[in-house]
């Protein structure tokens, strides 16, 4: 220890012996008798909590994954579509005639359409900014179809708008989609509009 | 390591080992072998019995879950006596009990005086050094009793080593001071002979 009597003088160092004798002969204290009792008790609070942790974590993760696996297949999973085959189903009974527009089945079939996006509009995730427009342009595009329906005078016109209404029906469906088709791929909802 | 340190005890490598594996048992005869100790220390450089608590508790807790960060480079001794070192010192720093006094040296005893810790009993000079300065009290302690060098002791505090030798120099002569009767405290016999 260089430095410990570098500044002292002979006096000082006496001095310094002294005062350093003195001090060390000061009895040692004794903790109190709980500090043991408070410490090991500390430690098992700590241990139980990084216990818990460690079962809890891991456990909570996987969790996590599950769900994000599941999730298009829970209850908030996206509502399949129904069939695209209403209107064909009609006009495939008379093969070898001209197929005559089937209004009412187109009609029915876009009320169904209809209530599959509002459920996917209800139950998905919320839209983006730039989905949320193509979805406003969509909805627009149904209103202006919906004008023109009240004013059709023929059947076969009066189809054509309906078939056109569930188009775009099926294309803001798929707007909703597009979270769940990042989770999954291969979403059978999805695949049945993709197929459609 | 200072041999008068009350640190100045050997643990078994048995014992070391256990505690890296996180052995509480370990633990307990190692807290059991060095109580007096740490809780000496922390009382001396804390200066009070709840602040020495707490750092006892943060101490030997960080012992025990840090033991497989002791590498054997010095003896486990001097590594637990570190661990009590740094929390008392940043126990004082938060708690800011760490109040650095200004000494007036007018007002200290004179240096050439007796050592007045030469005769005091151990309870006096308990309450003299209690009455020190935090600072000055730390220093005092690590450079006497526990044999840290300036150097050291100004690493520790995380100042200059000016500032270590200062402390040492104005605590001595504050302790000499706290020592020696005052002039008041002397009987006066001078009105007794008069009346007699």
């Known amino acids: 220890m260089h430095d410990r009597l570098d500044h002292h003088g002979m006096n000082d160092m006496s001095d310094e012996a002294s005062l350093a004798a003195a001090l060390r002969a000061l009895p040692a204290n004794t903790p109190p008798q709980e500090a043991w009792r408070n410490l090991s008790g500390r430690i098992g609070r700590r241990r139980a909590v990084r216990r818990t942790v460690w079962f809890t974590l891991p456990a909570a993760f996987a969790a996590g994954i599950a769900l994000a696996f599941a999730w298009p297949h829970l209850n908030l999973r996206a509502p399949s579509p129904p069939s695209a085959r209403v209107a064909q189903t009609s006009s495939s009974a008379k093969p070898h005639t001209r197929p005559q527009p089937d209004v009412a089945a187109l009609q029915a079939s876009s009320a169904k359409w209809q209530n599959w996006v509002q459920s996917l509009s209800h139950n998905g995730a919320p839209l983006d900014g730039r989905a949320l427009a193509s979805a406003v342009a969509l909805q627009d595009r149904i209103g202006m179809v919906d004008l023109q329906l009240s004013a059709a005078r023929s059947p076969a016109a009066a189809a054509g708008l309906w078939q056109q209404r569930i188009t775009l029906l099926q294309q803001l469906g798929l707007l909703h989609l597009q979270p769940y088709a990042v989770a999954e791929q291969t979403h059978p909802a999805y695949n049945r509009v993709i197929s459609m | ?196």
């Open chain 2, 1 to 196: 390591m200072d041999a008068h340190s009350n640190f100045q005890q050997h643990v078994e490598p048995d014992t070391i080992a256990r505690l890296k594996g996180g052995d509480l048992t370990a633990f307990e005869s190692v807290y059991r072998q060095f109580e007096r100790a740490a809780w000496t220390l922390a009382l001396r450089l804390t200066g009070r019995a709840d602040v020495a608590q707490e750092v006892l508790q943060d101490a030997m807790l960080k012992a025990f879950e840090r033991a497989r960060q002791y590498r054997g480079d010095a003896p486990f001794a001097a590594w637990l006596r570190k661990l009590v070192v740094n929390e008392s010192l940043m126990q004082l720093r938060h708690d800011r009990l760490h109040v650095i006094e200004v000494f007036d040296d007018d007002t200290l005893g004179d240096d050439s005086a007796p050592q007045p810790w030469t005769s005091a009993d151990a309870a006096t000079l308990d309450r003299a050094l209690n009455r020190l300065p935090d600072d000055a009290r730390a220093v005092l302690w690590l450079y006497h009793v526990e044999g840290f060098t300036h150097v050291e002791i100004a690493r520790e505090f995380g100042r200059s080593v000016s500032f270590s030798k200062s402390q040492l120099a104005r605590g001595t002569k504050r302790l000499r001071e706290l020592l020696q009767p005052r002039v008041e405290d002397t009987p006066c016999t001078i009105g007794s002979t008069t009346t007699a």
